[in-house]
């Protein structure tokens, strides 16, 4: 029974953010985030989290007290993964098995294989089986709320760092021309070595997420991320068809059923699926083996920290995002070196939050 989950802990950790930020559908007042802590028989922990930012901290933590509740109830092994997601699913059905109760099982399903990669001392990306040692990454950003100097500070520091990719937000109120003077102004700052992706955050309509590509086309756009809302198949359909700039979309998923639909109507380039939206490194692995399946390569969403290892894994693979926003409070940030990030050696995941930065939700 020393493999068996003797006790989860939940805290939560903030982040610094000097000003609010926003892209075309959220201002975002604070980088926050939930951490979940397994500690099994053996004295071996794991952790987890999820990026909550300011968004219903209450319902967060109920649903993740609610889960803590029913995991130390039933009793589980650090192994059994699937198992202790089966079971939770038949316990939230009454609620939904999308939203924040797939959060939390998903934060502590990552967590759960932090512990066993501990308990056999290997990193995650080893225990399921890498083929590479390095992943494309691109630097993730660009905000909208940003000033012309805030944008170009921001992606030229990228390139000092070795970054051969940046991303940034579109769909201004200001209209098309605005996004398109932003993604000139970074053209001409990065010169052509460097990689530019846009991304919507699904804030506009088909016309005008038309208009944008094709005026975006000569600057050398990359791909261009969420131009619609995430279930107009149609109209991701449509841009396929007539943008000229290949599209990719994901993170707001919680199954399959999208990327099926997308695929049904050709209608996808790259998928990005959000490794605690969709429910865990299962699957993550699962959807990304779809896609592959259609030759459609994984770009996932946000989660770096645990993405890098687990696209290691995988056969076709477009890159990751980063985000440097836990970096200042982990023990052990990530390596990125000339547009590649590699995964830890560490067991698990190879990094632990800083205890100073972790206050603990009773």
């Known amino acids: 029974m020393k493999h068996s989950i003797k006790d989860v802990k939940i805290y939560s950790a903030v982040s610094t953010l000097t ?22 028989e053996s004295g071996v922990t794991g952790q987890g989290y999820l990026l909550s930012f300011h968004y219903s901290p209450g319902a967060i933590e109920g649903a993740l007290k609610d889960l803590k509740k029913f995991v130390l109830e039933h009793g589980y092994q ?3 993964t699937v198992k202790v997601k089966m079971d939770y699913d038949k316990e939230a059905e009454y609620f939904g098995h999308e939203g924040i109760q797939k959060w939390a099982i998903a934060t502590l399903n990552v967590a759960m294989w932090d512990a066993w990669g501990k308990t056999l001392g290997a990193p995650v990306h080893k225990i399921l089986g890498a083929s590479v040692q390095k992943i494309p990454v691109y630097g993730s950003g660009g905000w909208i709320s940003y000033s012309d100097e805030e944008l170009l500070e921001e992606v030229l520091d990228y390139k000092s760092r070795g970054f051969t990719a940046v991303k ?4 201004s109120k200001d209209g098309v021309a605005h996004d398109l003077h932003r993604l000139k102004k970074c053209r001409e700052a990065l010169g052509d070595g460097v990689k530019i992706m846009m991304d919507a955050n699904q804030g506009m309509d088909v016309p005008t997420a038309l208009e944008l590509a094709e005026k975006a086309r000569g600057i050398g756009i990359q791909w261009f991320e969420e131009p619609v809302v995430h279930n107009d198949f149609a109209g991701y359909e449509l841009l396929r068809s007539k943008c000229g700039i290949a599209l990719a979309m994901g993170e707001r998923e919680y199954n399959c059923e999208a990327l099926k639909a997308l695929i049904a109507r050709n209608a996808l380039d790259m998928w990005q699926p959000d490794l605690i939206r969709i429910g865990g490194v299962e699957e993550w692995r699962n959807s990304v083996a779809l896609a592959n399946a259609y030759g459609i390569p994984a770009l996932p969403h946000y989660y770096k920290d645990y993405d890098v290892p687990l696209l290691c894994t995988v056969p076709k693979v477009y890159g990751a995002e980063s985000f440097d926003w836990i970096d200042g409070i982990i023990d052990n940030t990530m390596r990125i070196e000339n547009g590649y990030a590699y995964p830890r050696e560490g067991a698990g995941w190879g990094f632990t939050f800083k205890e100073e930065f972790l206050k603990e939700v009773k």
């Open 19 to 40: 000003k609010p930020i926003a892209d075309s559908t959220h201002t975002i007042s604070k980088i926050a985030f939930y951490v979940l802590e397994v500690e099994l």
């Open 78 to 80: 650090a192994y059994e």
């Open 168 to 171: 940034i937000k579109v769909g």
